[in-house]
């Protein structure tokens, strides 16, 4: 899904004051890795990851991989990567 850049500009406010939930290392994107990072937006909706250096996979492969897990990648800062993911059934929800 795309979004307008206010809507992308509001996510990455809102991403940035939340601390970075996960780091990817050494291990690469597991599917366990990836099912705590699907369990933490669907609290949240916005979160950031930090992939180290030591970390096997590409930055843009990481980008697909989630992207095909329905997580959407807002915008990448250098090694870190923020991330949406809609859930309706929050009480607070993001309302873009």
């Known amino acids: 899904m795309d979004y307008t850049g206010k809507q992308k500009a509001k996510l990455r406010r809102l991403a940035n004051e939340k601390p970075i939930m996960f780091q990817i290392g050494m291990a690469g994107l597991t599917d366990n890795i990836i099912n705590q990072i699907n369990e933490n937006l669907l609290k ?14 590409d930055i843009n492969d990481i ?12 915008y990448k800062i250098g090694r870190v990567l923020l991330m949406y993911k809609s859930n ?5 929800r993001i309302v873009l």
Do not use: F, S
Not at 44 to 57: A, N
């Open 88 to 92: 309706p059934n929050l009480k607070d």
């Open 63 to 74: 980008i697909i991989k989630l992207g095909q897990n329905g997580i959407y990648v807002v």
């Open 44 to 57: 949240h909706e916005v979160g950031r990851v930090t992939v180290l250096k030591t970390c096997p996979d």
